[in-house]
């Protein structure tokens, strides 16, 4: 079990991403060029249900599939999905895939078909996952495996009596069926800014911290872990920067991220649930081109997930056209098309869904927009795939993707005590979104908190399981709402 030396940064950097994903990649994209294919698969993100222990802002998830949330894709056909479409990458997302019964046989199931796994989560489950797996391989005669959990213990990552549990497994969870660290695997941990924002966007105080610590585990276990964020009109740049080098400082392994767009869902959501204005939210795409002017930099200095041919467009400094048929989403209703964030329809099987949809349809180009929802779309899952698929190909290109993948890594941000100090800057110092709230229910707390930096006060609260139930929230509101009325 692989611990981080002391003087781990005194070797020679690894590679921007290992050898051998990148190699398969490669490959996957070589044999579908040489074949002619028109159109294939990169990374299939994969569905298995749409249950979420977060009701997180600007996501549609809930009430687009409000009425199939407790439904469940069998996990043979999780993996037939897989099969269907041959993509070499599969996001398991939803929802919240650790709560899917079987999230480990589909891992393993992916596994033994070769692919390279993300697993995209809110990482409040994180943990739990991965005493599991701790106690199913623990040897007390492996001073590794004595010297990681005494670490773990030290850094209060486990408790006394979880640590004693991973000491003294029984037969049981040895035998359980786990999710291990592999070089085929990242947990992808939804991080979509420092400790307030992100709070804030997740709609639950204190999701953020248990995301750093599930982070830090994961290193001293020996997996890999990377993170993805989306980036919002609020969103402060310099705060961005900040969050990539405390995660930088904490060897997290490679970032995605994405602008904000205002897909149908997703506005429905806000509107309905939370009573907010859409356009005080999402990104149009002048406003992501001056968001991600620095995104190249960040690339240099980051280890960002994507190509740089992808990085120039969110900069605007070229145009791409969406290729939305490379990364298909499966869930409970089928191949959901044209894509991850725009629903048309299901089909019964990825070369089905290739053939049917009316792909010329959608997209932007030249400017133009083909269909008014994609307007402001930029979104990876749209686009990333066009920068290594040569889509728009420009002179230099195939030279920039493989310099990107195969360079080594940036090296890890110092960590450093200021660091840490900006990154926990809500709930760990008193000034978490639900201060104002609690202040509201007992005035002699005085806490204080802002929804954002321009002073427009509002709690949120969202606990019910991806229910959408809001009666929770809306009650405290209006609790708020008769304080300040109060003279």
Sequence with gaps: ?????????????????????????????????????????MVLQLE???????????????????????????????????????????????????????????VAGLRQQGRIIYICTNGVFMRKKMREYFAAVYDPSNPSHRSSLERLLAEKLVTEKEAEAIRNADAAARSKVVIAPSQWMYWNVHVDGLEFTHDL???????????????????????????NTTVYKETDVRELEDMFKFLSSLNVDGHTISPGYDYDAAKKDMVKRLGKDPKEFFLTRDMTRQKFAKILDWGRLFTI????????????????????????????????????????????????????????????????????????????CGYDPSGALGTNYQRGDNWKNFKYNFWPRPKPFPASAELERRAFNGV????????????????????????SNNGHHEAH???HCGSGDTSERDALLARIADTRKTP
Excluded at 351 to 370: F, I, Q, T
Aim: charged letters at 25%.
């Design 305 to 380: 997930f994507g190509t740089p041919v992808y990085q120039e467009f969110l900069a605007g400094k070229r145009e791409l056209t969406c290729t939305a048929w490379a990364i298909p989403t499966y869930n409970v209703k089928g191949w959901k098309a044209p894509c991850y964030l725009m629903t048309d329809g299901h089909y019964d099987s990825y070369p089905e869904m290739l053939a049917k949809v009316r792909w010329e349809n959608y997209g932007v180009v030249d400017g133009v927009a083909r269909d008014p929802r994609c307007e402001n779309c930029m979104v990876h």
């Design 201 to 227: 966007i997740v709609e639950r105080e204190g999701v953020f911290k248990e995301c750093v610590a599930a982070i830090k585990m994961a290193k001293i276990l020996g997996y890999q872990t990377a993170t």
């Design 428 to 451: 760990s110092i008193g000034k978490g979104h639900l201060a104002e709230a609690k202040a509201a229910i007992n005035p002699a707390a005085n806490a204080r908190g802002a929804f």
């Design 48 to 106: 298995p249900l749409h249950t979420c222990n977060l009701t997180c802002t600007g996501c549609g998830r809930i009430r687009e599939y409000s009425t199939s949330l407790k439904d469940m894709v069998p996990l043979e056909k999780c993996l037939a999905a897989a099969n269907d479409c041959d993509a070499p990458m599969v996001s398991i997302c939803g929802g919240e895939p650790l709560i899917y019964p079987k999230i480990e046989e589909l």
């Design 1 to 41: 079990m692989p611990v981080r030396s002391d003087n781990s940064r005194k070797r020679v950097e690894p590679m921007r991403f290992p050898f051998a994903l990148s190699a398969k990649i490669a490959g996957h994209i070589i044999r579908h060029k040489l074949r002619k294919t028109p159109r294939f698969a």
């Design 461 to 463: 609260v969202g606990s």
